[in-house]
């Protein structure tokens, strides 16, 4: 071989050789990149209260999955919902937006009915359609709630996958007696009188639902979506019907709790966690994946014992004492959250800021967000970054939370109980880290609190910009 001829092929081998380097270099990019996108799954029981679990201290109902995700993970007791009733929190926690900015809270109707017309706006990111912006596969199992006609359905709003009943289980009601007449006169309670669909995708593959089965299935059908997706980057928003009242539950937990049916669903409920938490675990995706326990809305109480309980909290379910918007929340991801229990503030509509961040997606800029990034706190343990909750009830705002204490301008309770609607001038003020049942009013003695909230209350009112209420219209 020539001289001329050997350089020529040494140089053909470096060709070569830098064409094989320049293509690991991308495969080991686009690795790391999928690396860096973790998995989110996002469990949301309806109507579950803080005193529910037995990691918050109900002395009877048996959460021990619940309470293992919280020992493994982070315990959050400050942790709020932006509104006390299913719809208008939902579509908060989807879009990490304040209801009353996307027309999602009405003083009209408080949530939407199967003969309501309207549904979450398209103009609306949601979690899932900004998450696919980095090609996530997203599922939504379970209650939606934000719009049963085809064009608002979890398939037109980001979801690649959706099977679920569209809104509450105790809609489209058939029966002869109310739901609480046949529990105060002890009949059975079969699940046909709840004329609800299931649907899968935009289809009805089921009617009435049999609810019976119903979360056990959901559970079912978020290890199958896992399994199926387990390769690529997913979101599995996976909202339980129950403990919504009615209430069911399937042969292995029926009659079980001593905490009766409402401690046999929360039961099932915290075995499908259970079984979601072992599957990651069995799978290697638990270091990958960070997995959410929070519920939409505080108690029912007027169910009495068919409803929850918020434990040491005022009130419940529709209200805006901490009873209706402060949520057991549990975040999990062993290896990477810092165990421990966080007294900081956090919201359910922290989790666009804080998933988008992680899979880093840039956070729109075109509108106004109500979202913090609490991933600082959930993995270097440092300061929560939210100091401020709004309570609004429809679209009027009641209280406001800043640092320790809130105040409340309107109070009312839910469905007839604690209270009707009333207003205070001067607001009550609570210090709710000394005082979280809000039983003793310290304005007089914190004049200057007082102001402090009040200059946050009015830069907040002069950016608001309401959207169009989505609930009023009826067919
Ligand atoms: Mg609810």
């Known amino acids: 071989m020539s001289n001329k001829e050997n350089k020529k092929l040494v140089l053909y081998r470096w060709v070569w050789i830098g064409i094989f380097l320049s293509f690991q270099v991308v495969q080991l990019q686009s690795q790391e990149f999928k690396k860096g996108q973790p998995n989110f799954i996002v469990i949301f029981a309806d109507d579950l209260g803080y005193g529910d679990l037995g990691i918050f201290g109900h002395p009877t109902i048996e959460t021990p999955h619940l ?4 020992n493994e993970g982070q315990k959050w007791t400050n942790f709020y919902v932006a509104a006390s009733v299913c719809t208008p929190s939902r ?11 996307n027309g999602m809270a009405s003083d009209v109707h408080r949530v939407l009915f199967p003969n309501s ?3 979450i706006p398209k103009e609306e990111i949601t979690l ?7 090609d996530y596969q997203t599922a939504c199992i379970g209650k939606w709630h934000l719009g049963h006609k085809p064009e608002y359905l979890p398939t037109q709003n980001g979801f690649d996958y959706y099977f679920g009943i569209p809104y509450s289980n105790d809609m489209d009601f058939i029966g002869p007696k109310h739901y609480k007449k046949l529990v105060a006169d002890g009949e059975s309670i079969p699940t046909e009188v709840f004329n609800v669909p299931l649907m899968r995708n935009t289809a009805i593959i089921e009617r009435p639902a049999d609810q019976t089965t119903i979360t056990k299935r959901y559970s079912e059908e978020a290890i199958s979506f896992i399994k199926e997706h387990r390769s690529e980057p997913f979101f599995i928003y996976l909202a339980h019907n129950l403990p919504h009242i009615p209430l069911f539950a399937s042969d292995g937990f029926a009659g079980k709790s001593k905490r009766g049916i409402y401690g046999d669903v929360v039961s099932e409920i915290d075995d499908g966690v259970g079984k979601i938490m072992a599957f990651l675990k069995a799978e290697g995706l638990a270091d990958n994946t960070i997995l959410v326990f929070t519920s939409d809305n505080g108690p029912w109480l007027s169910f009495g014992t068919h409803g929850g309980s918020a434990g040491l909290l005022r009130a419940g379910k529709g209200s805006t004492w901490e009873g209706g918007m402060r949520v ?3 975040f999990w991801n062993p290896g990477r959250i810092q165990p421990g229990v966080i007294t900081d503030l956090g919201n359910t509509m922290d989790f666009f800021a804080t998933f988008s961040r992680l899979a880093d997606i840039p956070l729109p800029e075109d509108r106004m967000l109500d979202s913090y ?15 401020e909750v709004f309570y609004y009830r429809g679209t009027e705002l009641y209280a406001v939370r800043y640092g320790d204490y809130k105040l409340h301008y309107i109070t009312q309770g839910a469905y007839g109980m604690f209270g009707e ?8 003020l609570y210090h709710l880290e000394e ?7 310290i304005a007089q003695e914190h004049p200057e609190v007082l102001a402090n909230i009040e200059t946050l209350v009015k830069t907040h009112q002069s950016k608001m910009v309401m959207g169009k209420d989505q609930l009023a219209d009826r067919e």
């Open 91 to 101: 579509a908060a926690l989807l879009t990490g937006r304040l209801p009353v900015r």
């Open 328 to 330: 057991p929340t549990l």
């Open 67 to 70: 309470d293992r995700m919280a």
């Open 128 to 134: 899932a359609e900004q998450l696919k912006k980095a």
């Open 435 to 441: 005082d979280p049942s809000e039983q003793f009013n």
């Open 117 to 119: 017309v309207n549904g």
């Open 421 to 428: 609607k009333q207003r205070h001038d001067p607001p009550l």
């Open 373 to 387: 990034d609490l991933g600082p706190t959930l993995f270097q343990g440092a300061d929560g970054p939210r100091k």
